[in-house]
């Protein structure tokens, strides 16, 4: 554990999330350190999340405690071809954070401050041995009564690392906040 991570972790699970809103370039390095720590996500280069940061902030968001640091993140982009759909590329909670439903919060914020702009639908891909993300989505879509449907998506022979299969997940439509 370097000593920033450990920093981190000594004091973040004291500290409660007081913002959300979207990520800042200076905020790469942190997706990149818990995509890398989440032990589940795959890790893209630190200069993909830069480029998030940069190219996809209004579709992403942060979660950031007292000291701003980033608690979580979702990372997201609107569909081509599909305008009222909003993909979600990964969704990260840092270990001290989790188990308090920051990743449904960072989710229906996301979603909350996309639908004035047509997205009403979100989709994901999840590998069917992940159980915490199926769960987390299945019961972000029946909290907001939304439908949710599973479809084969990327069969694991397309992948050339042997990387599991992805199933889409579907949710939606996702109503305007009251």
Not at 18 to 41: K, N
Request: hydrophobic content about 45%; some cysteine; proline content about 4%.
């Amino acid at each position: 554990m370097s000593a920033e991570t450990k920093s981190f972790a000594e004091t973040e699970s004291a500290r409660p999330v007081v913002s959300m809103g979207p990520p800042e370039l200076r905020d790469g390095a942190a997706l990149w350190h818990l995509a890398r720590d989440s032990a589940a996500l795959d890790l893209n280069s630190s200069y993909s999340y830069l480029l998030w940061c940069r190219d996809f902030a209004a579709t992403s968001i942060v979660a950031r405690d007292q000291d701003a640091r980033v608690l979580g993140f979702v990372t997201g982009y609107v569909r081509p071809g599909l305008p009222d759909t909003l993909m979600v590329w990964q969704v990260a909670v840092a270990e001290t954070a989790r188990g308090r439903g920051l990743a449904t919060r960072m989710l229906t914020a996301l979603m909350e401050r996309r639908v004035p702009h047509g997205q009403t639908r979100m989709e994901t891909t999840i590998t069917l041995d992940n159980a915490a993300s199926i769960a987390l989505f299945t019961a972000l879509g029946r909290e907001h009564g939304a439908h949710v449907s599973r479809t084969e998506l990327f069969r694991a022979a397309l992948f050339p690392d042997g990387h599991a299969d992805e199933v889409l997940f579907r949710i939606g439509p996702f109503a305007a906040a009251a």
